[in-house]
């Protein structure tokens, strides 16, 4: 079974789950840019060891986010960023002028998750964004 077939079997009892298209939405207010990367290697060598979720966001409205395993067990509340300086090199589209972004460094309490397939679903506004990650250790 190829890669991708897997990795396809696997997305679907999510997208079950929670009831929500992963395809992204876009509002009016605010832009999603997504995931910077959807693949998180949290190692320590400052390479995706963290995943940032970027938004255009002129209003300054409130985003909110979780992490969630495939089953739907809540791994982690992600709150919002605004410090540019964290972005940097970070590859988040340089016409982003009011960005605001949450991130995630791959741990639920202080404690390192597995390696697998998670969740992410973000609300703002009255929208809400999903996908998924993947964290390979």
Request: aromatic content about 8%; glycine content about 10%; hydrophobic content about 45%.
């Amino acid at each position: 079974m190829t890669k991708k077939i897997l990795l396809g079997l696997l997305l679907a009892p999510a997208a079950a789950l929670f009831g929500l298209a992963l395809a992204h939405a876009q509002t009016e207010a605010v832009r999603f840019y997504g995931p910077l990367s959807r693949v998180v290697t949290p190692n320590g060598d400052h390479i995706n060891d963290q995943a940032f979720f970027c938004f255009e966001n002129p209003q300054r409205s409130d985003i909110s986010g979780k992490i969630y395993t495939l089953l739907g067990a809540q791994v982690a509340s992600i709150g919002v960023q605004r410090d540019r300086t964290a972005l940097a090199g970070a590859g988040c589209p340089s016409s982003i002028i009011q960005a605001t972004y949450l991130t995630w460094d791959g741990r639920a309490d202080g404690v390192r998750v597995r390696s697998g397939v998670y969740v992410y679903r973000l609300i703002v506004e009255d929208r809400v964004f999903s996908g998924t990650l993947l964290i390979v250790r």
